[in-house]
Each structure stands twice: as C-alpha cells, then as structure tokens.
C-alpha cells in the first residue's frame, strides 16, 4: 500500500492531476479481497508500467483494454516467439521504463545542502532499504525523524528582539505599523492572505499546501492560462480534483461559482515559522506551482516576515529569495530557474500588501471597485 500510494502521488504531480488516496487504498483492499476468492496474486502499484504509461502519454484508464489486448494476444498467439527472447531483454526493457524516476545524485546533493538532518535519514532510507528491504528502510527514516523532532523541541533555541536594532524584527513591524490601512478598508477581492503558524517539515509539510490550495480553489475562480479552465487546451481525463473543489464550494455554502473572483496576489506569512526542512522546501515549491497552474501565470506570489534562518534554507534549497524591491540578477528568469522558485520577500504583511503589483505579470484587480480600494490603501 506505501508503494501504492506513493505511485500515484508521484505521478499525480508529474502530469497535473489529483488522486484520492483513501479511493486508492479502498480499491487496494476490495481488490486483493475478492482476488483472494480466486486464489489470484495480490494486486498493487506498478511502477515499470505506470512509467511506460506516463512515457507514452496515455491519458485515461481506456489503455487498459488495450494493455488486456495485447495481453490476451502473446498468451494465446505468441508464447512460441515471446518464448525465446531473453531475460536480459526484458530485464533492459523495464529498466529503460523505470530509470527516470530514479532520482539522481544530485537531489541528495541539495538534501545535504539544505539541512544535515534531511540528508542523514535520506542515506539511511536508501540504504536500508536497498539491503534489507523497504519496509525496514521506511522505518528507520520514519524512526529518526521521529528522534530528531523529539531533541529539536527539548533543544528549542530562544529569539530576541529590542528597538535600539533598526533591523531587528520589532522595529520593523513598529515602522511598518505607522502605515496601515484603516481597519474598514477591505482587501480587494484578488487577494488572499495565508500565514503558516507552525514550523513546516515532514509531517504537516503536505497537510500545509493542501490548506493553502484548498482555500484558493474554494474561494476563487481558476484563471484563464489554468489547467482547470473550460478554455483550456488540454485536459486530464481525472475529474477527483474538480469534485474535489466542488465539494469544497458546497461545504463553504457556494451556489454560483461563476461568480467568484480569480486571484491575483498571494502572500504567505512566514512570521510564526521558525523552522523549515527539505521536505518543507520541496512542497513550497509544488505549492507555487499548483497555484501558478490553478491561477494562471501572471498570479503573483509573495512571501512576507520570513527569519534569516528560515530564507537560509530556501535558499539552500535552490530558491533565489530576493527583497522587496531588489532587480533580479542577470541570467536568472523571475519565472522560474530551473527546478527553482524565484520570490519576493517582504518584512511584514504590510509592505507586502501595499507594494506595487508587477502589471507585465498581470497582476491587476478584477473589478474598478478593486482598484480604487487598493488605490485607498496605498494612501
């Protein structure tokens, strides 16, 4: 079942679709239930064809039939032909079929990078489970993550802060507190304010995107370049994403959709984060992008109140952090670099709130009434 799940949500990323894991694991067991009447294997995730089904662009469940096709056929018509190619062979072709999901040395490079305490059980997953067996190396991981929360909350380090620093955290909010809004003046409606209240590592890393993501597909209307848009120009045959967001809308007590208003500005708070792990690094980034492909691209994206620890590790992780009102180096596309983010960093909320929108993104309000509020709080 770990393999399982871990298939799907690898893929899930990989071509932009969601997966219900409870469905996935629901099936998992009726399947292997009923098959145990039949005295038939076991059934699971199949990595080798799964991949060769990713490499070859299939896009709904139908290659089933065809797979059962082809199948049928070599038992029936081909044992004699299929019988005479070798092991190796197949053995190369399944090889070929798996090896980019293999992952290269260069993703435990920026593990080591990123943080000491993520490489470490990454070396010890991988090798545990590579001589032993993956259960006891998915243990072990999980076993010392588990001892290394335990002495990091035992070991917990002490911040502080004063007015005579005109860098430290306090005199910034007290700066920037002179300047806001009045308490009556409402955001305009492209905006959304998150702020993460915990640390962000393996454990509540995923729960923490998926809030955010929940939120924005709940409160607001995909945009136009989004992968979720009638317009859009290809489509994934898996609709549990779309149900997914439309039983969100109908908890929230939604009844039109379309009259929700797309999002243009982002910010997440990283004020009450004072830790963060690969891991934590890794599902920012797929944030990021989730809500780039949700929204569109011309969506922006801000980060506010991050500690010099905290953009430490984001930046180790590949991500270029700049200020406010910082150029971008040459070379370094504000889009994207790679397999990294490129993101402006506030002091507080405020000043992330009242800085001007970067309009070749297409960062504007949807309506006039949205314009001349933000007109009003930047007065």
């Given at each position: 079942?770990?393999?399982?799940?871990?298939?799907?949500?690898?893929?899930?990323?990989?071509?932009?679709?969601?997966?219900?894991?409870?469905?996935?694991?629901?099936?998992?067991?009726?399947?292997?239930?009923?098959?145990?009447?039949?005295?038939?294997?076991?059934?699971?995730?199949?990595?080798?064809?799964?991949?060769?089904?990713?490499?070859?662009?299939?896009?709904?469940?139908?290659?089933?039939?065809?797979?059962?096709?082809?199948?049928?056929?070599?038992?029936?018509?081909?044992?004699?032909?299929?019988?005479?190619?070798?092991?190796?062979?197949?053995?190369?072709?399944?090889?070929?079929?798996?090896?980019?999901?293999?992952?290269?040395?260069?993703?435990?490079?920026?593990?080591?990078?990123?943080?000491?305490?993520?490489?470490?059980?990454?070396?010890?997953?991988?090798?545990?489970?590579?001589?032993?067996?993956?259960?006891?190396?998915?243990?072990?991981?999980?076993?010392?993550?588990?001892?290394?929360?335990?002495?990091?909350?035992?070991?917990?380090?002490?911040?502080?802060?004063?007015?005579?620093?005109?860098?430290?955290?306090?005199?910034?909010?007290?700066?920037?507190a002179r300047n806001l809004p009045p308490s009556d003046t409402p955001l305009p409606s492209d905006i959304r304010i998150f702020r993460f209240n915990e640390s962000i590592f393996f454990p509540n890393a995923y729960r923490a995107k998926t809030s955010v993501l929940d939120t924005l597909q709940t409160r607001h209307a995909p945009g136009y370049q989004s992968v979720l848009?009638?317009?859009?120009?290809?489509?994934?045959?898996?609709?549990?994403?779309?149900?997914?967001?439309?039983?969100?809308?109908?908890?929230?007590?939604?009844?039109?959709?379309?009259?929700?208003?797309?999002?243009?500005?982002?910010?997440?708070?990283?004020?009450?984060?004072?830790?963060?792990?690969?891991?934590?690094?890794?599902?920012?980034?797929?944030?990021?992008?989730?809500?780039?492909?949700?929204?569109?691209?011309?969506?922006?994206?801000?980060?506010?109140?991050?500690?010099?620890?905290?953009?430490?590790?984001?930046?180790?992780?590949?991500?270029?952090?700049?200020?406010?009102?910082?150029?971008?180096?040459?070379?370094?596309?504000?889009?994207?670099?790679?397999?990294?983010?490129?993101?402006?960093?506030?002091?507080?909320?405020?000043?992330?709130?009242?800085?001007?929108?970067?309009?070749?993104?297409?960062?504007?309000?949807?309506?006039?009434?949205?314009?001349?509020?933000?007109?009003?709080?930047?007065?």
């Amino acid at each position: 079942s770990v393999e399982h799940t871990a298939i799907a949500r690898v893929f899930g990323v990989r071509n932009n679709y969601v997966t219900d894991q409870s469905q996935e694991l629901t099936y998992y067991g009726v399947a292997n239930f009923f098959n145990s009447f039949f005295h038939s294997m076991g059934i699971g995730g199949a990595m080798s064809r799964t991949a060769v089904n990713s490499a070859c662009n299939v896009k709904s469940p139908l290659s089933g039939f065809v797979t059962t096709a082809v199948v049928l056929v070599s038992i029936f018509k081909l044992v004699g032909t299929l019988y005479w190619i070798p092991k190796s062979t197949l053995a190369a072709i399944i090889i070929t079929a798996v090896r980019p999901l293999i992952s290269p040395p260069s993703v435990f490079y920026r593990y080591w990078k990123t943080s000491l305490a993520d490489f470490v059980p990454a070396m010890i997953a991988f090798w545990v489970s590579l001589f032993v067996s993956t259960e006891a190396g998915i243990g072990a991981f999980v076993g010392f993550n588990i001892v290394y929360v335990l002495l990091r909350q035992v070991f917990a380090r002490v911040s502080t802060s004063s007015t005579a620093d005109p860098r430290s955290e306090l005199q910034v909010a007290l700066v920037e507190a002179r300047n806001l809004p009045p308490s009556d003046t409402p955001l305009p409606s492209d905006i959304r304010i998150f702020r993460f209240n915990e640390s962000i590592f393996f454990p509540n890393a995923y729960r923490a995107k998926t809030s955010v993501l929940d939120t924005l597909q709940t409160r607001h209307a995909p945009g136009y370049q989004s992968v979720l848009s009638p317009e859009a120009a290809e489509r994934n045959w898996s609709v549990t994403g779309e149900k997914r967001i439309a039983k969100l809308r109908r908890k929230a007590g939604i009844d039109d959709p379309s009259a929700l208003p797309p999002v243009g500005l982002v910010i997440i708070d990283f004020s009450k984060t004072n830790h963060v792990d690969a891991t934590a690094c890794k599902h920012m980034q797929s944030l990021v992008r989730e809500v780039q492909m949700f929204a569109g691209y011309a969506v922006e994206i801000r980060l506010a109140g991050m500690s010099g620890y905290v953009r430490q590790r984001f930046e180790r992780a590949g991500w270029l952090v700049l200020d406010g009102n910082e150029e971008v180096p040459e070379g370094r596309d504000e889009e994207r670099n790679g397999e990294a983010e490129v993101m402006r960093l506030y002091p507080t909320v405020v000043s992330a709130l009242l800085a001007p929108r970067n309009l070749q993104r297409g960062g504007r309000s949807d309506s006039g009434k949205d314009s001349e509020r933000e007109r009003a709080m930047m007065r």
